[in-house]
């Protein structure tokens, strides 16, 4: 009895913790790039991107799948440090 009451003292200190003084996340916002492809290969095409960019990566990817692919696009997967970098999947028309 007496350690349980000594292990819930212990966690309710642990998760009392004044956060206020930790200091805030870092993200690296120093992306010098516009929007550029990095890599296309069959149906899928990475893009490395500014954050603001989005939506001009967006398009890059579906001009490419329209255009090469004759399909769709699809965003697979996203990464965002500092740079962007996403990659798209040309899917059949439906």
């Known amino acids: 009895m007496k350690y349980l009451f ?3 003292f212990f966690f309710y200190g642990c998760a009392s913790i004044d956060q206020k003084n930790s200091p805030p996340a ?3 916002s120093d992306c010098q790039v516009n929007v550029q492809i990095l890599k296309s290969f069959g149906d899928t095409i990475r ?3 500014n954050p603001s960019n989005m939506a001009k990566a967006d398009k890059f990817a ?3 799948c ?3 692919r004759k399909k769709n696009s699809s965003k697979n997967q996203v ?4 740079c962007c970098t996403a990659t ?3 899917k059949q028309k439906k």
Do not use: A, F, V, W
Request: charged letters at 25%; aromatic letters at 18%; one cysteine or more.
């Open 6 to 8: 000594l292990i819930t």
């Open 26 to 28: 870092k993200y690296s």
């Open 47 to 49: 893009i490395e991107y």
């Open 62 to 64: 579906s001009d490419y």
């Open 66 to 68: 329209l255009i090469e």
């Open 79 to 82: 990464n965002c440090e500092g």
């Open 88 to 90: 798209y999947i040309c």
